[in-house]
């Protein structure tokens, strides 16, 4: 490195979105790593708004590493080594490897993945045919709020919606579900509630616009349950 950052364009000619892991070794500087979309020609290190994701130490000073992120379909982004300081000089070696989608595969109710209530998740949406799906399980009657919102990387339009396990093979956005919701979280997210009983539940994700990371959690609100007498929020 000879001035305060270089650039290299990833592209992703594929009609999916990829997901891959940035790893950056560095050599005699203490150097950090991000990843912006935009292509070299576009690209402006003003525009912070370009910024996807990045990294400064991953063991140490001496390596830098972005775990997980998509890359959109056909499109370049830039990947941005830079240091700490102007004039400070160094080497650094790059590496690229394709890695799964989150939590793939689950695109059908049998491989749902289990999301503990309270934790968020953090999936993608690989095609517009892709649907992911969940499972969760409450041990008391309650309110359950599912939503989803925006990962690392390019927006994702999501659409969801909740069965129990009476049916789940049976279970769409259409038809079939406990409920469903489009466009009510932030932005083109998803979010609902529904009364859940005590059981097992599922939830399907699907993208009407875009491809990449997202995050979907299922809480109870707090004061949750607080229906009868006996479970007075104090």
Do not use: K, M
Request: hydrophobic share 35%; with cysteine.
């Amino acid at each position: 490195i000879d001035h305060h950052y270089d650039t290299v364009t990833l592209t992703n000619a594929s009609a999916d979105a990829a997901y891959v892991q940035i790893d950056v070794n560095w050599t005699g500087v203490d150097g950090y790593v991000h990843l912006w979309n935009a292509d070299e020609v576009n690209f402006d290190p003003a525009d912070l708004a370009q910024c996807v994701v990045g990294d400064d130490d991953f063991n140490g000073t001496s390596a830098s590493q972005i775990e997980s992120v998509v890359l959109p379909p056909n499109s370049d982004s830039t990947v941005v080594l830079s240091t700490f300081g102007v004039g400070t000089t160094g080497e650094w070696a790059l590496s690229i490897t394709t890695i799964d989608a989150p939590n793939e595969p689950d695109d059908d109710y049998t491989q749902a993945t289990i999301l503990n209530l309270g934790t968020p998740d953090t999936a993608g949406i690989e095609n517009a045919t892709d649907v992911d799906w969940y499972t969760f399980t409450t041990t008391e009657a309650s309110l359950v709020r599912v939503y989803t919102e925006a990962g690392a990387g390019a927006a994702v339009d999501t659409r969801i919606w909740v069965c129990d396990d009476t049916d789940p093979a049976g279970c769409t956005f259409t038809g079939g579900n406990l409920a469903a919701d489009d466009n009510s979280g932030v932005d083109d997210y998803s979010r609902l509630a529904f009364s859940a009983d005590i059981g097992t539940y599922y939830v399907g994700v699907q993208s009407l616009g875009g491809t990449g990371v997202y995050r979907i959690e299922a809480e109870v609100p707090i004061g949750e349950p607080d229906d009868t007498w006996d479970t007075a929020t104090e």
